[in-house]
């Protein structure tokens, strides 16, 4: 099993700067860990992704603005998220993917309110 607790979400204006932090604990080996986030009546988004070995992925609206990183041996994902925009504003969820079963594991959400 694996739980994933986030951090870091908050309320900023429109321009500013939030750093999310998602810590995995558990005993399983992590492979590939994302953010994902839904904003009220949207489908749940891939917001970004990135591998054990650090190959990352985008959406194409956060790309430029937004960077995952990761500490493989604290088991922690970031997501450095710049020059915010109120269309940033949703929960955002970090998931973990176990490496031996590819099962997927999602920690609680942080909200993100961005105010124009």
């Known amino acids: 099993q694996v739980q994933l607790v986030e951090s870091g979400g908050g309320l900023v204006q429109a321009g500013g700067s939030l750093r999310l932090s998602c810590v995995a604990s558990g005993s399983i080996r992590i492979n590939a860990m994302a953010w994902y986030r839904q904003a009220p009546g949207k489908q749940r988004e891939l917001v970004a992704s990135?591998?054990?070995?650090?190959?990352?992925n985008y959406a194409d609206s956060v790309k430029g603005r937004f960077a995952i990183s990761r500490d493989n041996a604290k088991n922690t994902v970031f997501l450095q998220m710049n020059s915010l925009k109120p269309e940033d504003t949703a929960m955002y969820y970090c998931?973990?993917?176990?490496?031996?079963?590819?099962?997927?594991?999602w920690g609680q959400g942080t909200q993100v309110t961005v105010s124009s």
């Open positions: 990135i591998t054990r070995g650090g190959s990352t």
């Open positions: 998931q973990a993917q176990s490496a031996g079963t590819s099962r997927a594991y």
